[in-house]
């Protein structure tokens, strides 16, 4: 079945950047108080008025497609919660599962605070509740207050990160270890339930990482992936190379059990006290790009084999075993650079790849390149800003998400591609639900692996907000993408009830 979807809000371009040499993604952080706090005399400058006017008329579109779709939120979805951030966080990601309960599951969630300097950056570790499906109220879940934050997310631990976090990766194996990647060349991996819990105040000392990471001979921002099957880490920078570590010197024995209360990294120095983190270096380092490398990804069946894509507009893919040049080089996988690549969990074929060209693009490993130009197999059409982050669906091989800079998040299933409906002729092909509950770029996304069906997504707000973000975890109404034949059969049952319901005065 086809959703009804609803309009989403188009973010503006990014502001400017605190750093000399700005990551393509980034911008100065900016709190939700920061705007009240500034005295109109300095919000208005010179010719400021049509800037002012301009801004008032887009926000105004804004606020109106973001009415219309709180409006379908009973609708559309079987559970949402809205947790608002006072700093943005750039990343969120699911960790494990603790606790099953009759109406809902308590689950660890890492996200960030990305400051401006007034307080430390942080690595935030919090514990929510996942409401299970079929139990919230239609009429509750869209009752929520933007400017509230969720009873459902709830601040565990706090680690004062050193610099600002741009991604956060967890560990298949053990999703209480995380990798995170800051504006150095290092890659920082924490274990979260060992690392003492801070108060972030301005002047406090860093949190010291387990492991350090390095290899990178210039910053690493984005582009970091966790093996599935082994625990390798996988990174890419902008000194345009790939690079491959083994944790495995650093794992204990008791580590390897997700129910181990022990650390998996090594302590060193006596009694387990350290002065510095230790560190480890690369197992190889793959070099074929020719410009930053935005993100990796590895294969679900092979720690040897992973992918890499840049904004030299390609996509390589790399086998250790075989050395370290590219074992295929798809130049111009798209018509722009590369920010996002993700490996289908249950089909190691296929390969997706998302751009600042606005389009997702599929591909197949089997048969990349037509005279050395990228041949997809298909291209999803759906965003009008640049796609951030891409991510296939553990729970049906066909479907993905997107999500971009034009604040939706939208998910796709490609077995529709060839099924599209004629009542279904002003969508794209494949697409079939839009979430369009953040009102500015969705920087990224997680599906959970526990519980179906479900996702937590954020947004930078620094556009329409006036700061800070929105962390929003929501499950699209079963209705949407069960069977049709199922829906209807189901519907049936309730055919005589609403039929009673429509007849009454």
Known sequence: MESDEAAAAAASPSGGTVTPAPKKRGRKPKSKDEDSQTPPSQQQQSGGKMKESGKKTQQQSVDEKYTQWKGLVPILYDWLANHNLVWPSLSCRWGPQLEQATYKNRQRLYLSEQTDGSV??????????VVKPRVAAAEHISQFNEEARSPFVKKYKT????????????????????ATHTDSPDVLIWDVETQPNRHAVLGAANSRPDLILTGH???????????????????????????????????????????????????????????????????????????????VAFSPTSAQEFCSVGDDSCLILWDARTGTSPVTKVEKAHDADLHCVDWNPHDDNLILTGSADNT???????NLTSNGVGTPIYKFEGHKAAVLCVQWSPDKSSVFGSSAEDGLLNIWDYDRVSKKSDRAAKSPAGLFFQHAGHRDKVVDFHWNAEDPWTIVSVSDDCETTGGGGTLQIWRMSDLIYRPEEEVLAELEKFKSHVMTCASKP
């Open 120 to 129: 430390p950056n942080t690595l935030v570790i919090a514990n929510c509740e």
């Open 159 to 178: 680690i004062i990160h050193p610099g600002e976090v741009n991604r956060i990766r967890e560990l298949p194996q053990n999703s209480k270890i995380i």
């Open 360 to 366: 997702v693009r599929l591909y197949d490993r089997r």
């Open 217 to 295: 001979q210039d910053n690493a921002e984005f582009a970091l992936a966790m093996c599935p099957t082994e625990p390798f880490v996988l990174s890419g920078g902008k000194d345009k190379s790939v690079v491959l570590w083994s944790i495995q010197d650093h794992i204990t024995t008791a580590g390897t059990d997700s129910k181990s209360s022990g650390s998996i990294i090594k302590q060193t120095g006596e009694g387990g006290d350290k002065t510095e983190s230790p560190s480890v270096g690369p197992r190889g380092v793959y070099h074929g790009h020719d410009d930053t490398v935005e993100d």
